[in-house]
């Protein structure tokens, strides 16, 4: 693949994100690239054409970029310019070296799939068609537990019972689900974890599901004031009242993230969250 189109999307907030996307952007000019600088404050244009995003900043902007280009098939190369960078392939110090690895084409890509929700309200939905690269949260509002009615394939199967649930994709088990207990879950998977958010029972358990399936969750709250919070990605989100339902399906469209030859999934674990140390 021969990248010459080439979008850089930083973070504003970042002074190193915003120094490095005007580097990368000079570095690209030299090799005849062209370049499109965008600030990750601002929704990105829906007719953009390029080969490659670079994605500057956090783990946010990273899953910014990913929701964004998954429908327009190309790849990400994630620089960590933030805290964590646990999705990064690089730091922001090792971006020229690695741009220029990728563009002699010694690369990888690694496909991730997303999810899709819609918010549906009566008969009427209002929200549609919505993706999400990490988790989905169904998440109370109140300071009191509610009842979260799960549905698989239209069949009703369990009922949470607590603050919530988060549903993730493979990618998603290394985020706010494994903050609340959930397994770390290998991203070539095809499956979805759903993990409850202080669940009222000793008996409530992480779940792992077929990833074919499509859930649907209908909250039940004892006062019709009571709301809940859906967040997608902890980026998007909407109000939940009594009767709405959330449909969550796999989307046909995945995520490519791009990485020099020889990433680890397991040493990323190690690197970032110190996982198998004791």
């Not at 690239?33 to 670079?54: M, R, Y």
Request: charged share 20%.
């Amino acid at each position: 693949m021969v990248f010459k189109k080439i979008l850089l999307v930083y973070n504003p907030a970042q002074s190193l994100a915003e120094q490095t996307a005007k580097v990368l952007a000079e570095f690209l000019h030299t090799r005849d690239c062209v370049c499109t600088v965008l600030s990750g404050a601002n929704p990105l244009p829906a007719d953009i054409k390029a080969d490659l995003c670079i994605s500057l900043g956090g783990d946010g902007t990273a899953l910014r970029c990913t929701r964004y280009t998954a429908p327009l098939h190309f790849p990400v190369l994630a620089v960590n310019c933030g805290h964590l960078g646990f999705l990064s392939a690089c730091d922001a110090a090792e971006a020229l070296p690695i741009l220029t690895q990728i563009l002699a084409g010694d690369y990888e890509i690694h496909h991730r799939w997303l999810l899709e929700a819609d918010i549906v309200r009566g008969e009427k939905p209002i929200v549609q068609n919505t993706l999400a690269f990490n988790d989905c949260v169904i998440k109370a509002t109140q300071p009191r537990a509610f009842a979260l009615r799960a549905h698989r394939d239209g069949i009703f199967f369990k009922q949470f019972y607590g603050d919530g649930v988060i549903v993730s994709t493979p990618t998603g088990s290394t985020a706010y689900s494994l903050s609340a207990g959930g397994p770390i879950v290998e991203p070539q998977l095809d499956v979805w974890t759903l993990t409850s958010i202080c669940p009222h029972s000793l008996a409530d358990r992480p779940l792992l599901l077929n990833a074919k399936t499509a859930l649907t969750f209908v909250p039940v709250f004892k006062s019709e004031t009571d709301t809940a919070a859906v967040s997608l990605d902890g980026q998007e989100n909407f109000i939940l009242q009594n009767g709405d339902s959330v449909n969550i399906r796999r989307s046909k469209d995945e995520a490519q993230l791009i990485t020099p030859k020889g990433f680890d999934f397991f040493g990323r674990l190690r690197q970032k969250l110190e996982w198998g140390k004791r």
